[in-house]
């Protein structure tokens, strides 16, 4: 098993490479206007650090949000294209489940990402390996913290509204770095449990619209 994972539904532009037993390179960017131009050169790099070539890989694993569209799109598209182009199976895993598994936490917590507009996509887990709930959009008020612990980028955002938690939290990662993702998918891949396609968790219509008719100019 040689999984490549890779997610770019967050800030972090990020792959790993895993052999089904570790992580074996490993690499991240935070830079939220770059998806295109640094996912390619950030995959090659991981490819390179751990000695083996697109050829080998077996399956691909791409973060499939929610997240903003133009982002999300480039990972899932890149996912695809190379599933196809090297004839293995590509899947998808929430992005949230990547924050989540890489906390490590054994007990109840939140999860939150920021969504833009004041908001927060988030979801409710059981333990760092289940979800029990989402994932939603909401904006950091609404959400039912229920005296639980969140973690991720959108508890550091608006943490005066979701900052629950003591210190033994600072070390949770608040990106889903791929390192995470990839160890997730060759655990479930391992065990057997059916995985997703590399299809987009859009929670509300892209920030982008068809422009309208043009207005009439009169004199």
Do not use: N
Request: hydrophobic content about 45%.
């Amino acid at each position: 098993m040689l999984v490549l994972a890779f997610d770019t539904a967050t800030p972090a532009v990020t792959a790993a490479l895993h052999d089904g037993e570790r992580v074996l390179a490993e690499s991240t960017t935070i830079d939220a206007r770059r998806h295109g131009e640094l996912l390619a050169p950030t995959i090659e790099l991981v490819l390179g650090e751990a000695r083996a070539s697109l050829r080998d890989v077996t399956a691909i694993v791409a973060g499939s949000g929610p997240g903003p569209y133009t982002g999300l799109r480039v990972g899932l598209m890149t996912a695809q294209g190379l599933a196809t182009t090297l004839g293995v199976p590509a899947y998808g895993i929430c992005t949230l489940d990547a924050v989540a598994y890489g906390s490590g936490l054994a007990e109840p917590f939140l999860v939150a990402t920021d969504a833009r507009r004041k908001e927060v996509f988030w979801g409710r887990y059981s333990d760092m390996r289940t979800r029990q709930d989402g994932p939603f959009v909401d904006r950091p008020a609404e959400v039912p913290l229920e005296g639980l612990p969140v973690v991720g980028a959108g508890a550091a955002l608006y943490a005066e509204i979701l900052g629950q938690g003591g210190s033994e939290l600072d070390d949770v990662p608040p990106y889903p770095y791929a390192g995470a993702l990839a160890a997730l998918a060759a655990e479930r891949l391992a065990e057997g449990t059916p995985l997703d396609p590399p299809r987009p968790i859009y929670l509300r219509r892209p920030d982008a619209v068809v422009p309208g008719a043009p207005k009439r100019v009169t004199a």
